[in-house]
T-cell receptor
Framework: DTAVSQTPKYLVTQMGNDKSIKCEQN?????MYWYKQDSKKFLKIMFS???????INETVPNRFSPKSPDKAHLNLHINSLELGDSAVYFC??????????????FGEGSWLTVV | SQKIEQNSEALNIQEGKTATLTCNYT??????LQWYRQDPGRGPVFLLL?????KEKRKERLKVTFDTTLKQSLFHITASQPADSATYLC??????????FGAGTILRVKS
């Protein structure tokens, strides 16, 4: 009965490869997000989608391409992986786009290591 | 530039004491502020939200204050327990619909 689930949890890959992280939420929320947490533990928003529509693209390199086939899924595809992409990627969701009064529910994270 | 600052050093306290964590912000005028807890290897979990017109919010052993003049929020855990050990993150809205997180403060409660 996991609320926000993402796979894989761990991913080790070589520079230049392309990889995807999948995310699904069963909370019935309209809004989904991708956050990146780097080695200094800063949690930064990358993208947000509301009902499959891209709302926020926080100046992320275009090697990162989110895809939302429906409002319960938001996948992240990364092309030509670089060493600096190594981080923990968190998928999250909230009931609506408006933050006021909303809680953001996070997945368990996907640990990406680029070697 | 906008900044959210939390104590970068870990806070070590004895079980049973009150832990107080600080979140300071500059160049923000947030309508609300949120606190999250993050355990190692896990995603953040929402704890409390306090609005700009609220001075204080409580939930069980947790208390949050919000001083918009000082641009500061304090997060208190009373009667702390080792199970409270975690990283605590404050978060503020920016540009309407972006939630920006501080780097977090590590709390260690020793028995």
């Amino acid at each position: 009965d996991t609320a926000v689930s993402q796979t894989p949890k761990y991913l080790v890959t070589q520079m230049g490869n392309d990889k995807s992280i999948k995310c699904e939420q069963n909370l019935g929320h309209d809004t989904m997000y991708w956050y990146k947490q780097d080695s200094k533990k800063f949690l930064k928003i990358m993208f947000s989608y509301n009902n499959k529509e891209l709302i926020i693209n926080e100046t992320v390199p275009n090697r990162f391409s989110p895809k939302s086939p429906d409002k319960a899924h938001l996948n992240l595809h990364i092309n030509s992986l670089e060493l600096g992409d190594s981080a923990v990627y968190f998928c999250a969701s909230s009931p609506t786009l408006e933050y006021a009064g909303n809680t953001i529910y996070f997945g368990e994270g996907s640990w990406l290591t680029v070697v | 530039s906008q900044k959210i600052e939390q104590n970068s050093e870990a806070l070590n306290i004895q079980e049973g004491k009150t832990a107080t964590l600080t979140c300071n912000y500059t160049n923000y005028s947030p309508a609300y502020l949120q606190w999250y807890r993050q355990d190692p290897g896990r995603g953040p979990v929402f704890l409390l939200l306090i609005r700009e017109n609220e001075k204080e919010k409580r939930k069980e052993r947790l208390k949050v204050t919000f001083d918009t003049t000082l641009k500061q929020s304090l997060f208190h855990i009373t009667a702390s327990q080792p199970a409270d050990s975690a990283t605590y993150l404050c978060a503020l809205p920016r540009d309407g619909n972006k939630l920006v997180f501080g780097a977090g403060t590590i709390l260690r409660v020793k028995s």
